[in-house]
C-alpha cells in the first residue's frame, strides 16, 4: 500500500521560508518521479514542481527561483523548499508519486497546508 505522508506546512509572513517534506512507503522510492502540486480555495490543484528520480526537475513559473524541489532516496522522502512566500503561495500543497517528469502519478498525499500572510 502506497503512502505519502506530508509535512512542514504552517503559518508564515510573507517574504518567509518554509520547507515542507513527503515521506513515501510503498513504492520503490527511487524508480519515482515525485511532484508537489496545490489548490488554493476555489482554484483547480496546479503543479509546483516535479522531480525525477535521477533528479531532474521542472518548475511552474510562479515558483522559478524561489522554490526548490530536491529529494533524499536513501530516506525516501522529497522535499520542496520554498522562499520568498506571497499570499499567493497560500494554498494546500499535495505530494504526487508516479508519472514522470512530464506526467502525474497515480498516487497522492493527504495535504498540508500553506498560509501565507501579507
Known amino acids: 500500500q502506497v503512502q505519502l505522508v506530508e509535512s512542514g506546512g504552517g503559518l508564515v509572513q510573507a517574504g518567509g521560508s518554509l520547507r515542507l517534506s513527503c515521506a513515501a512507503s510503498?513504492?520503490?522510492?527511487?524508480?519515482?518521479?515525485m511532484g508537489w502540486y496545490r489548490q488554493a480555495p476555489g482554484k483547480q490543484r496546479e503543479l509546483v514542481a516535479r522531480i525525477t528520480g535521477g533528479g531532474s526537475t521542472k518548475y511552474a513559473d510562479s515558483v522559478k527561483g524561489r522554490f526548490t524541489i530536491s529529494r533524499d532516496n536513501a530516506k525516501n522522502t522529497v522535499y520542496l523548499q520554498m522562499n520568498g512566500l506571497t499570499p499567493e503561495d497560500t494554498a494546500v500543497y499535495y505530494c504526487?508519486?508516479?508519472?514522470?517528469?512530464?506526467?502525474?502519478?497515480?498516487?497522492w498525499g493527504q495535504g498540508t497546508q500553506v498560509t501565507v500572510s501579507s
Open positions: 510503498g513504492i520503490l522510492f527511487s524508480g519515482h518521479a
Open positions: 504526487n508519486a508516479g508519472g514522470t517528469l512530464w506526467t502525474i502519478g497515480n498516487y
